[in-house]
């Protein structure tokens, strides 16, 4: 008896997956809801600062080491993505986002989904759709975007 309550005692702690893993990327659990959330605002708060233009909001928002890998391929240091905003280089006139799902494993929370936005980079204007990764991190208690990544994709 003893033997199987020590057991039962190891298998609940030791086990992946066990009900405090779930809890941090269960969507399903309050918790995980709750983290989801968070990832979720500051990914509106984002992209809203996008929208407007919000440098000051956006420098907030990014990690210093933020690795931005626009459609076209170009990967953008921090500094080069917000001086492309501040130069009005990069302007999004309208922001359609759709399939958006987060995905949350412990301090790093992943957003996905496809974007319709009217996109003009350098003085070329597109709303080709666009499948994007945006990969958060708990910095210091708040939540910041390290990595951006978006790539073509087919017409729905």
């Avoid at 496809?114 to 204007?125: A, D, M, P």
């Amino acid at each position: 008896m003893m033997r199987a309550i020590l057991l039962l005692t190891l298998l609940t702690t030791a086990v992946p997956g066990s009900t405090k893993d779930k809890e941090a990327t269960d969507g399903d659990t309050k918790a995980g809801g709750g983290i989801k959330n968070e990832v979720l605002r500051i990914e509106e708060l984002r992209n809203l600062a996008l929208q407007k233009g919000d440098v000051a909001a956006l420098d907030r928002l990014y990690t210093d080491d933020l690795v931005y890998t626009n459609a076209t391929g170009r990967v953008l240091t921090k500094a080069e993505h917000l001086t492309d905003i501040r130069t009005r280089k990069l302007r999004l006139t309208s922001l359609k986002h759709s399939d958006v799902e987060v995905r949350v494993h412990g301090t790093t929370g992943i957003v996905t989904g496809v974007s319709t936005s009217l996109v003009e980079y350098q003085g070329t204007v597109s709303s080709s759709p666009r499948r994007y990764v945006n990969v958060y991190v708990k910095d210091n208690g708040l939540w910041r975007c390290a990595v951006h990544f978006e790539t073509p994709a087919a017409k729905q």
